[in-house]
């Protein structure tokens, strides 16, 4: 029970594919696998939620990172337009669509281990201890390859992984109202002081002081953002 939502603010699935009987009998916690880009094909978000026949599930990132915080299920809950709880004391802003906005890395972070590595002999395994783990094809043919704002091709796994991550390490981009009316109200004390106080002064200081306002106003929008 993920909470009330409606089935504008999430995706709506007509049929779904489950696991192998094998990984189904040792009944583990699943979630949903699926992203889409935005409109100019750039990858910046990650679905919470999916509607399927009148029940709510979450996503496989979100679900992997609840399991590894120690959230079950029912701790996980979604207030529609504005937020998920992992438990009692962590929010993920969402947007109006049950979009999260992936926090991605300039710099692939992740650590990457071959089939052939893990299977080998004096493989340690303690590289795994305390880690959450993505096993996935890496294979042109075989993987999906996803533009984002910071790579033209992000394959699949390391776009949930950094889901995963940012949940994990509670590092949350934030695009909220407050922010949008701060920016609003900079840029309406500085077209005041350009309307009625640069005319006063001469050339050469009315330069100079829209350059500073500038200036002052890139690096408070910033602080803001």
């Known amino acids: ?20 009987e094998s990984i189904l009998d040792a009944k583990p916690y699943l979630g949903f696998d699926y992203i889409t880009p935005d409109d100019d094909r750039v990858l910046r978000h990650q679905p919470m939620a999916v509607n399927y026949d009148g029940y709510y599930y979450p996503s496989l990132p979100l679900m992997a990172a609840a399991v590894y915080l120690n959230v079950t299920p029912d701790m996980i809950k979604i207030v529609e337009g504005k937020q998920v709880s992992v438990g ?22 992740f650590r990457k281990f071959s089939a052939g590595q893990i299977l080998g002999d004096g493989f340690n395994f303690a590289n795994f201890k305390g880690k959450a783990v993505i096993v996935s094809i890496e294979d042109f043919s075989n993987t999906e390859y ?17 889901v995963i991550s940012n ?7 934030v695009f909220g109202f407050r922010s949008t009316m701060l920016n609003l109200l900079g840029l309406l004390l500085l077209g005041g002081l350009c309307a009625f106080l640069l005319p006063q002064i001469q050339l050469l200081y009315r330069l100079i002081s829209l350059g500073i306002g500038l200036f002052i106003l890139v690096r408070v929008t910033d602080l803001w953002c």
């Open 146 to 162: 996803f533009r984002t704002p910071v790579n033209e091709e992000t394959p699949k796994h390391l776009i949930s992984a950094s």
């Open 167 to 173: 949940i994990i390490n509670r590092e949350i981009v």
């Open 1 to 20: 029970k993920l909470g009330v939502m409606s089935e504008e603010s999430s995706i709506l699935a007509q049929k779904v594919f489950l696991p192998a």
């Open 88 to 109: 009692n004391d962590f929010q993920l802003p969402i947007n109006k669509n049950g979009d999260f906005i992936i926090n991605f890395y300039k710099d692939n972070p």
